[in-house]
């Protein structure tokens, strides 16, 4: 019989097959699962340079695969930027990015994110001269937390060359005074106007980005992603090339399933998708942005914003241009993925898909929305008929004060805020995700806020008929992504023939309190039949 290179047993073994963890081994052979069977049985496969991990009573299920996040933005968030998310004013935001700007004096521009102006005291924007007062000699952009808007000093305004007679680009605002001057703050694409000065990184700098994310995925057990294409603020980081170098290299220890824009380039398109088409490295689909979000009024609403009557928000595009668009890649077979926040973008989205299906035919296209933060009950039947994928990160309903939006939409909508297991049990595949960096990369959070539902706060819980089970949590976060890149034959489950992509945690989730989920962390993670993380090798490895 054919011997296995690695062995995994356990107690509990979640293969995403049943709701349960069983008792089961696992032999991997190369790159693939070779059997899945009782312990017993796959001794069989052992051989003398067998490796065997015997988890006792831990948890052992797929990798995890992260269905919507943005890579080079990440690593830039994580590893090169000053962290505002503690920040409780603007004033204190100011100063940690002075201290971390004299710490830093080789980088020419201050990078920041995290701030949040809806959870401090006086709940305005902040302006440039808070900033001045504390670094006026060097440029500064600092990302808010939901990545929307961006705050800068007077230098960066100088650099980009915004004045007072600046127009606002397109889907953008360059917020002024009631003398017409820049404040400093730049609303969805005006955020490009300082940011490609920012960005602009040299190639070993990018490679660096890279290494880090693909480090901190290991460590977190994630073993796929899609990289969805950012938005116009940050075109700039786009890395394809690098990521082919890694690969090249065999240094990919993640599998990115890349999300370029989808922007009327077809032709563009269709030579991403020639130029990235292996198993480690792929071009999915095409990714673009409806709305933009609640807190800065630009989510597309189907009714008025209670505290701002006047707009519904509005669209990034014309219908017409979005139509346009979306019948083009789908005739020419590409899966598409729009942001979506209100409801209002969520019914155009729809109807978008739909449209493509009336022009060019159905066809098993995966098309997805991406957040869905507010829905019209109408539209939940809607993704099922028409085979679209809701695409939902838990985590987000937590990612600041329920005020946030329900001091923005009516009563009536208060119930479909967030949701997640009516999504989850309309008979629509769910993918999870986390979006990183607008929240951590880390699965546990995501696991336990859409088992518990617990607001912000980690006390309340909000919607809490939109909790799912632990099971059905995994399982979108695997399996429900698998599909969402048509890999669930490759990728999701633990099966024999499927990809050797495998984690094994430090403990059974199905067995301890739901607080603990946060607790858990990776002991091994094996990506392509390669472990290529280990919390302590000595004990993981017998």
């Given at each position: 019989?054919?011997?296995?290179?690695?062995?995994?047993?356990?107690?509990?073994?979640?293969t995403g097959l049943?709701?349960?963890?069983?008792?089961?081994?696992?032999?991997?052979?190369?790159?693939?699962?070779?059997?899945?069977?009782?312990?017993?049985?796959?001794?069989?496969?052992?051989?003398?340079?067998?490796?065997?991990?015997?988890?006792?009573?831990?948890?052992?299920?797929?990798?995890?695969?992260?269905?919507?996040?943005?890579?080079?933005?990440?690593?830039?968030?994580?590893?090169?930027?000053?962290?505002?998310?503690?920040?409780?004013?603007?004033?204190?935001?100011?100063?940690?990015?002075?201290?971390?700007?004299?710490?830093?004096?080789?980088?020419?521009?201050?990078?920041?994110?995290?701030?949040?102006?809806?959870?401090?005291?006086?709940?305005?924007?902040?302006?440039?001269?808070?900033?001045?007062?504390?670094?006026?000699?060097?440029?500064?952009?600092?990302?808010?937390?939901?990545?929307?808007?961006?705050?800068?000093?007077?230098?960066?305004?100088?650099?980009?060359?915004?004045?007072?007679?600046?127009?606002?680009?397109?889907?953008?605002?360059?917020?002024?005074?009631?003398?017409?001057?820049?404040?400093?703050?730049?609303?969805?694409?005006?955020?490009?106007?300082?940011?490609?000065?920012?960005?602009?990184?040299?190639?070993?700098?990018?490679?660096?980005?890279?290494?880090?994310?693909?480090?901190?995925?290991?460590?977190?057990?994630?073993?796929?992603?899609?990289?969805?294409?950012?938005?116009?603020?940050?075109?700039?980081?786009?890395?394809?090339?690098?990521?082919?170098?890694?690969?090249?290299?065999?240094?990919?220890?993640?599998?990115?399933?890349?999300?370029?824009?989808?922007?009327?380039?077809?032709?563009?398109?269709?030579?991403?998708?020639?130029?990235?088409?292996?198993?480690?490295?792929?071009?999915?689909?095409?990714?673009?942005?409806?709305?933009?979000?609640?807190?800065?009024?630009?989510?597309?609403?189907?009714?008025?914003?209670?505290?701002?009557?006047?707009?519904?928000?509005?669209?990034?595009?014309?219908?017409?241009?979005?139509?346009?668009?979306?019948?083009?890649?789908?005739?020419?077979?590409?899966?598409?993925?729009?942001?979506?926040?209100?409801?209002?973008?969520?019914?155009?989205?729809?109807?978008?898909?739909?449209?493509?299906?009336?022009?060019?035919?159905?066809?098993?296209?995966?098309?997805?929305?991406?957040?869905?933060?507010?829905?019209?009950?109408?539209?939940?039947?809607?993704?099922?008929?028409?085979?679209?994928?809701?695409?939902?990160?838990?985590?987000?309903?937590?990612?600041?004060?329920?005020?946030?939006?329900?001091?923005?939409?009516?009563?009536?909508?208060?119930?479909?805020?967030?949701?997640?297991?009516?999504?989850?049990?309309?008979?629509?595949?769910?993918?999870?995700?986390?979006?990183?960096?607008?929240?951590?990369?880390?699965?546990?959070?995501?696991?336990?806020?859409?088992?518990?539902?617990?607001?912000?706060?980690?006390?309340?819980?909000?919607?809490?008929?939109?909790?799912?089970?632990?099971?059905?949590?995994?399982?979108?976060?695997?399996?429900?992504?698998?599909?969402?890149?048509?890999?669930?034959?490759?990728?999701?489950?633990?099966?024999?023939?499927?990809?050797?992509?495998?984690?094994?945690?430090?403990?059974?989730?199905?067995?301890?309190p739901a607080d603990?989920?946060?607790?858990?962390?990776?002991?091994?993670?094996?990506?392509?039949?390669?472990?290529?993380?280990?919390?302590?090798?000595?004990?993981?490895?017998k």
């Amino acid at each position: 019989m054919m011997k296995a290179d690695l062995i995994i047993k356990s107690n509990a073994v979640f293969t995403g097959l049943k709701d349960e963890p069983e008792s089961l081994a696992v032999a991997v052979k190369d790159n693939k699962i070779v059997a899945v069977d009782t312990k017993e049985k796959i001794a069989a496969y052992e051989g003398e340079q067998t490796k065997v991990i015997d988890a006792g009573d831990k948890l052992v299920m797929p990798g995890f695969h992260d269905a919507h996040l943005h890579i080079m933005l990440g690593s830039l968030f994580s590893h090169y930027c000053v962290s505002l998310t503690e920040a409780k004013s603007a004033e204190e935001a100011a100063v940690k990015v002075r201290e971390y700007a004299d710490g830093k004096p080789e980088n020419q521009w201050v990078i920041g994110t995290g701030w949040d102006h809806t959870t401090w005291v006086k709940k305005e924007f902040p302006d440039r001269y808070m900033l001045d007062q504390e670094l006026a000699d060097r440029p500064v952009l600092l990302l808010h937390a939901e990545g929307h808007y961006g705050w800068v000093n007077s230098k960066a305004l100088e650099i980009a060359g915004i004045t007072s007679e600046t127009s606002n680009p397109e889907y953008g605002v360059i917020y002024k005074d009631e003398k017409g001057e820049p404040t400093g703050i730049l609303i969805e694409t005006a955020i490009a106007l300082a940011a490609d000065f920012a960005y602009d990184f040299p190639k070993e700098q990018q490679r660096d980005m890279v290494s880090q994310f693909l480090e901190h995925a290991a460590r977190l057990g994630v073993t796929s992603v899609n990289d969805l294409y950012a938005s116009r603020a940050h075109e700039k980081l786009e890395a394809y090339s690098v990521y082919k170098e890694f690969e090249d290299k065999g240094e990919l220890s993640c599998r990115f399933h890349l999300y370029p824009p989808l922007n009327g380039q077809i032709e563009e398109a269709k030579k991403l998708r020639e130029r990235y088409a292996s198993d480690k490295l792929r071009t999915a689909g095409l990714k673009q942005f409806i709305d933009g979000v609640v807190t800065g009024y630009t989510a597309y609403m189907l009714d008025p914003y209670l505290d701002k009557p006047e707009t519904r928000g509005e669209t990034a595009y014309t219908k017409e241009q979005l139509e346009r668009w979306v019948v083009e890649a789908d005739k020419e077979g590409f899966q598409i993925r729009f942001h979506t926040i209100g409801d209002g973008a969520v019914r155009l989205g729809l109807d978008l898909y739909e449209k493509a299906q009336e022009v060019n035919g159905q066809r098993d296209a995966r098309h997805a929305l991406e957040h869905i933060e507010v829905i019209a009950p109408e539209d939940v039947p809607r993704f099922k008929a028409l085979g679209v994928m809701p695409s939902i990160q838990p985590y987000h309903m937590a990612l600041m004060p329920r005020e946030s939006h329900t001091t923005r939409v009516g009563e009536e909508k208060q119930a479909y805020i967030y949701p997640n297991a009516t999504l989850l049990r309309s008979g629509a595949e769910v993918s999870y995700s986390s979006d990183y960096p607008i929240v951590p990369l880390e699965p546990m959070i995501e696991i336990y806020h859409a088992v518990t539902r617990k607001d912000f706060t980690l006390n309340d819980t909000w919607n809490e008929q939109e909790r799912v089970t632990l099971a059905e949590a995994l399982k979108a976060y695997t399996a429900g992504s698998a599909y969402s890149v048509f890999r669930e034959n490759e990728l999701g489950t633990i099966e024999e023939g499927k990809l050797a992509d495998l984690v094994v945690l430090d403990r059974n989730l199905f067995d301890v309190p739901a607080d603990e989920i946060l607790k858990t962390e990776v002991e091994v993670t094996l990506m392509d039949g390669e472990i290529v993380w280990e919390k302590t090798p000595a004990v993981a490895l017998k």
